[in-house]
C-alpha cells in the first residue's frame, strides 16, 4: 500500500499565516500538522512508501522539513509545477497526477495534510482489507449549520454509502467526509475518467460524490477530535484544543 498525503495547496482562507509557510507545516503543540499526520501513518505494516504531494513554492520548506524528520518508512516529496493558487491542480487531479506520473498499482491511502484527527489508521486499513472497497473516515459533526461545509454522508446498516452531497445547502445528516481515503488499485483508472471527463478537480468529495455512485463505497465513522484546518478560526481552536491536552495530560 502507498500513502499519499495532499499538501499541495496555498491555503488563502489562512492568508498571511500561510504567505510563507504552507499550511500542512504550521505548528500544533510545537510539532508541525503534517507530524502528526506522519507519525499515524507510521503505525501502518501495509504502507511500504509515504508521497507527500506539494507544489513548486513551498518545494524547499518540505525539503528542508524532511531533513530532520526521523522516520522508518520511505518517504518521498512529489512536486507538482505550479506557483499560485491560480495554477493549482487541486486534490483529485494531483491524485491522478501522481498515480500516472508514478505509475502506481498499489492500494493507496490518501490523507489531507491540514487535518487532525483521533483516527487510529491502522484500524481503518484493517476495516477496508474486509472488502477492499473504497473506504471513507466519517465524524459525526453533530450541527446541521457546520454540515453545510462539508461533504455529507447517510449510510445503511452495512455502512455502505447510500447518499453523498458535497456542501448541501440542506444537508440529510451531520455525518461527515474527512479527508481521509483509502482507494483499491483497481480503482485508480478511475481518477483519470473522472479528470478527463472535466469534472471538480479540487474537493476529494465531488469526486467521492461521483464515486459511490460507479462502486460500492464503504464509510467509516470515528469518534474523539477532528479538526479539518482551513480557516484562520479552525487553526486557532486546534491550537487551543491541543494546548488544552498538553495541560490536562
Partial sequence: MKSIILAGGFATRLLPVTKHIPKPLLPVNGKPIIDYIIRNVEQIDNV????ISTNKKFENHFKYWLSGLKIKKDVEL??????????????????EYIINKKKINDDCLV???????????????ENFKKNRDPIVALYDIGDVNKAKRFGVMKLDENNIVKLFEEKPENPKSTLVSTACYIFPKRTLKLFSEYVNNGYNKDAPGFFLQWL???????GYPFKGYWFDIGTLDAYTEC????KEMKVNS
Avoid at 511500504?48 to 508521497?51: G, Q, V
Avoid at 512529489?78 to 491524485?95: D, H, N, R, Y
Avoid at 459511490?212 to 464503504?218: E, G, H
Avoid at 491550537?239 to 491541543?242: A, G, M, P, S, Y
Fill in 48 to 51: 511500504d512508501k509515504i508521497i
Fill in 212 to 218: 459511490y455512485k460507479k462502486t460500492r463505497v464503504v
Fill in 239 to 242: 491550537v487551543n484544543f491541543f
Fill in 111 to 125: 490523507v489531507g495534510g491540514d487535518n487532525l484527527f483521533e483516527l487510529n489508521l491502522r484500524n481503518f486499513v
Fill in 78 to 95: 512529489f512536486v507538482e509545477p505550479t506557483m499560485s493558487e491560480e495554477e493549482k491542480f487541486g486534490s483529485i487531479k494531483a491524485i
